[in-house]
């Protein structure tokens, strides 16, 4: 028996039915793993601006540390040619 006020599917409107069914199972799964592939992609993006800030404070150091050498050779660059010229 049917609900009131409908009528029973035919076969092609049951098929029609089963298909929206379908498409709407496969669009709900496609959403489902876009979201999962964002989520991933931000946090992957997080990490590598994590990673990017981290590095440019290494070389911020390194050049730091590369400034100092550079100083100290050219004062014992001085203190030999002191040594050259006397």
Request: charged share 30%; hydrophobic share 35%.
């Amino acid at each position: 028996m049917t609900p009131a006020g409908q009528e029973p599917l035919l076969p092609r409107e049951s098929d029609s039915l089963g298909s929206l069914e379908e498409r709407i199972q496969q669009t709900v799964g496609l959403v489902t793993r876009l979201r999962q592939e964002r989520d991933s992609a931000l946090e992957q993006t997080a990490e590598a601006k994590a990673e990017a800030g981290r590095l440019a404070g290494e070389v911020k150091t390194l050049q730091a540390e590369r400034k100092q050498v550079r100083a100290r050779i050219e004062r014992l660059l001085g203190q030999i040619d002191q040594l050259g010229g006397g």
